[in-house]
């Protein structure tokens, strides 16, 4: 599945709420992981023992700030120990009938007895309204975190882009004047070389 974007206003009173992880959205099989694009990632067999032979959706995840770190090691193709430093953050069951509650039950049941040291269920929460996403979204990005996800109740799973599921993140931008450049050299003679000062 993938998000929309939330348009402020929408009401998302009693939706699902969880951190928008930066990492690697990734596709377990039941043998292997895939990307998005259908690229396989090669995790090492420690890495992926004790997960089900079931289809899990979810994100390999090194933590906050870390995205390039994160796709450096999950790029690699000689299962190395670097991914030791990720974990594998499970937030649906696409091979599970039935609505979102019940998937995110089915994964803790499935997990629980497996207990693989690599994989765990992405936590989520109902959202009290507006003003508790705004502070949501304050504290989590406050913390260096990108943003947050909201997944409608009673939901099912779609595949491709779904109303379902929205994302939200906080973007900074600011104006300036630009009052200098310097020309390209070399092999970018007759482009913008560089910006030596701006006023705001």
């Not at 929309?4 to 709420?17: I, K, Q």
């Not at 039935?98 to 997990?111: D, Q, T």
Request: glycine share 12%; hydrophobic share 40%.
């Amino acid at each position: 599945m993938l998000a929309e974007t939330w348009t402020p206003g929408a009401d998302v009173n009693g939706w699902w709420v969880s951190e928008k992880l930066e990492g690697v959205r990734a596709y377990w099989d039941g043998q292997q992981f895939w990307s998005r694009q259908g690229n396989r990632f090669y995790a090492p067999d420690w890495f992926i023992a004790g997960l089900p032979n079931m289809p899990l959706d979810g994100e390999l995840w090194l933590g906050r700030k870390a995205f390039q770190r994160t796709v450096s090691v999950v790029r690699r193709q000689d299962a190395s120990n670097h991914w030791r430093e990720l974990r594998f953050v499970i937030f649906d069951a696409p091979g599970c009938s039935g609505v979102f509650e019940n998937r995110l039950a089915f994964i803790e049941r499935k997990l629980k007895p497996l207990r693989p040291a690599f994989a765990e269920p992405r936590r989520h929460y109902r959202c009290r309204g507006e003003a508790h996403l705004e502070s949501e979204l304050e504290r989590i990005t406050a913390l260096g975190g990108e943003g947050v996800m909201l997944r409608q109740p009673g939901s099912r799973y779609e595949a491709g882009r779904s109303a379902t599921l929205l994302k939200i993140k906080r973007f900074h931008d600011a104006e300036a004047l630009v009052i200098g450049h310097k020309p390209g050299a070399g092999r970018h003679r007759g482009r913008l070389g560089a910006l030596p000062g701006a006023a705001g």
